[in-house]
């Protein structure tokens, strides 16, 4: 295996972390049989504040800031305002009834306004780039296992090079496809979004695990945001940096055919195609072809999926589809 060829690799896995990070909270989103197209407003308000966070705690630490709750600082951040934006979206959803692609947009538009309000502030504030410390970087973005594995001759660096946040995300993934799969909660959920006057008439209350389910999904989301920020960005804000990862993370929920296992093999694949313009470059072919090849493959896929006609291959039922318990 060239060289080349191993840094194709391991840049495929790590512009496809933050599309992990935003698939994976769509995917548990949608399993509750809510649509929530607002995924790029969410990872903008993550990618944000999940900046400012450890930006105004390093300000106020100086040299004595700690890389360990700098990264922490940032989760936090990130999270919960992605929490908020969705739990705006599932009021309006869930109690209110809105629609749900409507109110989606709204959301990528409000979301994508309150991030970049939010970090030209800051950056406004600070007189220039709005950053964090190179110590505090380094937390971020540099390897997190020892280099004795990182110098394992082929498969090191391809499996041990990486960052918190790769590792982190694959057990999310391994943790939530477990959830779905073999607790009684996650086999609920999935009824909900499945039928949910059927999960209903079984006792199963659809408003509780809608609203859990797309919040914390929506925080999930976000923290892809905040992943692609401090990490592919270089931990300093660009208020077009984030332009269309939502959009390939709803886009790679139904290249995955919603399940959060395909995630970690479908990340990469896109993170490749996202890149690989500036590592296999074509003269003739425009930059623009390659960044439309994800929706490319995702089209094809649903063609797949159609003809095959399987069940198990199609989103949930009741997915956008809000429940009025009176119609049951």
């Given at each position: 295996?060239?060289?080349?060829?191993?840094?194709?690799?391991?840049?495929?896995?790590?512009?496809?972390?933050?599309?992990?990070?935003?698939?994976?909270?769509?995917?548990?989103?949608?399993?509750?049989?809510?649509?929530?197209?607002?995924?790029?407003?969410?990872?903008?308000?993550?990618?944000?504040?999940?900046?400012?966070?450890?930006?105004?705690?390093?300000?106020?630490?100086?040299?004595?800031?700690?890389?360990?709750?700098?990264?922490?600082?940032?989760?936090?951040?990130?999270?919960?305002?992605?929490?908020?934006?969705?739990?705006?979206?599932?009021?309006?959803?869930?109690?209110?009834?809105?629609?749900?692609?409507?109110?989606?947009?709204?959301?990528?538009?409000?979301?994508?306004?309150?991030?970049?309000?939010?970090?030209?502030?800051?950056?406004?504030?600070?007189?220039?780039?709005?950053?964090?410390?190179?110590?505090?970087?380094?937390?971020?973005?540099?390897?997190?296992?020892?280099?004795?594995?990182?110098?394992?001759?082929?498969?090191?660096?391809?499996?041990?090079?990486?960052?918190?946040?790769?590792?982190?995300?694959?057990?999310?993934?391994?943790?939530?496809?477990?959830?779905?799969?073999?607790?009684?909660?996650?086999?609920?959920?999935?009824?909900?979004?499945?039928?949910?006057?059927?999960?209903?008439?079984?006792?199963?209350?659809?408003?509780?695990?809608?609203?859990?389910?797309?919040?914390?999904?929506?925080?999930?989301?976000?923290?892809?945001?905040?992943?692609?920020?401090?990490?592919?960005?270089?931990?300093?804000?660009?208020?077009?940096?984030?332009?269309?990862?939502?959009?390939?993370?709803?886009?790679?929920?139904?290249?995955?055919?919603?399940?959060?296992?395909?995630?970690?093999?479908?990340?990469?694949?896109?993170?490749?195609?996202?890149?690989l313009y500036l590592r296999l470059p074509i003269p003739?072919?425009?930059?623009q072809i390659y960044k439309v090849v994800p929706y490319?493959?995702?089209?094809?896929?649903?063609?797949?999926?159609?003809?095959?006609?399987?069940?198990?291959?199609?989103?949930?039922?009741?997915?956008?589809?809000?429940?009025?318990?009176?119609?049951?």
């Open positions: 295996m060239s060289v080349s060829l191993i840094g194709l690799i391991k840049a495929a896995i790590l512009n496809g972390t933050p599309l992990l990070f935003g698939t994976s909270g769509e995917i548990l989103t949608e399993k509750s049989g809510n649509l929530n197209l607002g995924v790029e407003g969410l990872m903008f308000m993550g990618g944000a504040f999940g900046l400012i966070g450890p930006v105004i705690y390093g300000n106020l630490a100086g040299d004595q800031a700690s890389g360990a709750l700098a990264v922490l600082i940032a989760l936090i951040c990130s999270f919960g305002v992605g929490c908020l934006g969705s739990l705006i979206f599932s009021f309006l959803t869930i109690t209110l009834r809105a629609n749900q692609n409507v109110t989606g947009l709204a959301l990528t538009i409000f979301g994508t306004g309150v991030g970049q309000f939010a970090g030209e502030l800051m950056r406004i504030r600070v007189g220039g780039n709005v950053t964090v410390s190179n110590a505090l970087k380094s937390a971020f973005a540099d390897p997190i296992l020892p280099e004795a594995l990182r110098k394992i001759p082929v498969i090191g660096e391809i499996i041990f090079g990486y960052n918190l946040f790769v590792y982190l995300g694959v057990i999310m993934v391994i943790v939530m496809a477990y959830f779905m799969k073999r607790t009684r909660p996650g086999l609920f959920l999935s009824a909900v979004g499945e039928s949910p006057a059927t999960a209903d008439a079984a006792g199963v209350n659809v408003a509780k695990y809608r609203y859990l389910a797309t919040v914390i999904g929506g925080g999930i989301s976000a923290v892809g945001g905040m992943v692609y920020t401090m990490t592919i960005a270089g931990s300093v804000w660009n208020h077009q940096g984030l332009s269309g990862e939502g959009w390939v993370a709803v886009a790679l929920v139904i290249f995955c055919l919603w399940r959060p296992i395909n995630t970690l093999w479908g990340s990469a694949l896109f993170g490749g195609l996202l890149i003739f072919l425009p930059t490319i493959a995702t089209a094809l896929v649903l063609i797949f999926v159609s003809l095959r006609q399987r069940r198990e291959d199609q989103p949930p039922a009741g997915l956008g589809l809000n429940y009025f318990r009176e119609d049951r």
